[in-house]
């Protein structure tokens, strides 16, 4: 009898390990509490693949940082994910940032980065520009990349699916009970047995981990907020800018996204509730006032959304992943937060491993390589979408005028492995509502596909899954009512 396996989190983690673990004869499942992956931190960060020269020599943290980055773009490739490699700065605009420059240089030497060099005021904008002129230096990393994150979770998703993992959504692991023969996880609505467990579960892993160990783990929400600004046809940064890090972390940057847009922020907030992704006025102006230290011409009027991510941060700063000691059968990602997005590969390689060797599995014989996506329309040439559309005459109907988004490219999200099911896993899985007017044009007949591919009534749309329901009933209803 296979063995049952249950990883808690369906986050760009618990994705990439569930992708990784799928290479084995084993009962695979995902456990996620919000409606579809990527619903936690993974959905909302900056999307960078940091160099490594940042993070602490010695530690998981630069260890897996330096890994992971090396392995990006054959992991992108493989997967059809969007990745590109413009580069990033790290800006000194006093003395005392110069000699925090030369720190991260030698970090980075030590932790093994390549490609880095130290760079003065005139170099710095003949390359960036738009940077302030008062700025006295950068570092200058050429290995630093960017990707899209919710795009890269649902590749590994689906590709895990693809391979016999079977996901479960709105379920949160609230308690975890340790048997003779294994574990049984409860959550509000029932309860699970597996042999094997995972704890990928970001903010609540200390929770979970503080259950069944004695060596307790302590998780700090660290909240940033987010500016992002709608395509420009000059792009103003080509690289990410970054400032001099903090103990909070590594500051406000100025990027540019996988997909054209820039980016400002993050904000770093400790804050009590792990779940409160609020935007607010003050984090939102702290963005902005520090971002004009890097770019004094700051305009918002392309500004088509804010947003805010928690970073599950641990008290102790580094990443925690392996067995959990002295208890069989668990294992666990614990605090994983920047660079954990570009540290992913790494992490999945490493804990699916350990998971291999402590459990005795076998490796399949029939495992499934990815089926990569189609181009995006928008990004195909006249003679590609005459293509497409022959192939399919839904790709000659256009669903979302902003960022050029197709019906046929919409259903096909929704019939994905693991499939959108909501306006929100549509609009990151196509991009249709990411544009200026944020779905204010496309989210109606949005909502109208998904009623059709997922044969449920419009009244039972969501735009986030739970009770974020778009309609409160029909004309008919009302007019029964009356």
């Not at 909302?44 to 490594?52: Q, T």
Request: with cysteine; glycine share 10%; proline share 4%.
């Amino acid at each position: 009898m296979q063995k049952k396996v249950l990883i808690i989190g369906a986050g760009v983690i618990g994705c990439a390990i569930a992708r990784e673990l799928s290479r084995y004869q084993i009962d695979l499942t995902v456990l996620e509490r919000g409606h579809d992956v990527c619903e936690g931190s993974s959905k909302a960060n900056s999307g960078i693949v940091h160099a490594g020269f940042d993070a602490k020599p010695g530690t998981m943290k630069a260890k897996l940082n330096v890994e992971g980055s090396q392995q990006y773009e054959a992991f992108c490739a493989e997967l059809g994910v969007p990745y590109s490699q413009p580069g990033a700065m790290v800006l000194a605009f006093t003395d005392e940032e110069t000699e925090t420059l030369q720190v991260l240089y030698r970090q980075g030497i030590e932790n093994g980065v390549k490609d880095l060099s130290l760079l003065n005021t005139a170099e710095v904008l003949a390359l960036e520009p738009n940077v302030n002129p008062e700025v006295k230096g950068a570092l200058l990393a050429k290995t630093s990349g960017l990707v899209s994150p919710y795009e890269l979770t649902y590749a590994l998703a689906d590709h895990a699916a693809l391979n016999g993992a079977h996901f479960i959504f709105n379920e949160e692991a609230e308690t975890l009970v340790q048997t003779g023969d294994g574990w049984i996880v409860h959550t509000r609505n029932g309860q699970y047995e597996a042999d094997v467990i995972i704890n990928c579960s970001g903010v609540s892993s200390a929770k979970l981990h503080n259950q069944i160990s004695d060596d307790k783990r302590e998780i700090i929400n660290r909240r940033g907020q987010y500016w992002l600004l709608d395509h420009d046809v000059h792009r103003l940064f080509t690289m990410t800018m970054f400032q001099c890090p903090t103990k909070m972390g590594k500051g406000v940057l100025v990027s540019p996204t996988v997909h054209g847009n820039l980016l400002l922020g993050p904000t770093a907030e400790d804050i009590p509730d792990a779940l409160d992704t609020s935007t607010t006025a003050e984090g939102l102006a702290n963005v902005l006032n520090t971002a004009r230290k890097t770019w004094p011409g700051i305009n918002t009027r392309t500004g088509i959304t804010n947003f805010s991510g928690i970073r599950a941060h641990e008290k102790n700063g580094d990443f925690i992943i392996g067995r959990v000691e002295g208890v069989k059968g668990a294992y666990e990602t614990v605090g994983i937060e920047s660079p954990g997005l570009t540290s992913c590969p790494a992490i999945a390689k490493l804990l699916a491993d350990q998971v291999a060797e402590g459990e005795a599995l076998e490796k399949k014989a029939d495992f499934k390589a990815p089926v990569k996506l189609p181009k995006p329309f928008n990004e195909m040439t006249d003679e590609e979408r005459r293509a497409a559309i022959a192939a399919d005459p839904l790709n000659g109907k256009l669903i979302c005028r902003c960022e050029v988004v197709t019906e046929g490219e919409i259903r096909a999200a929704i019939r994905r492995p693991v499939g959108a099911t909501s306006i929100d896993g549509v609009k990151r899985r196509t991009r249709a509502g990411m544009g200026r007017c944020q779905g204010g044009f496309c989210s109606p007949r949005v909502a109208e596909i998904l009623a059709e591919e997922l044969k449920i009534p419009m009244t039972e749309v969501t735009k986030c899954g739970n009770e974020s329901k778009l309609l409160v009933g029909t004309l008919s209803d009302s007019f029964a009512e009356v």
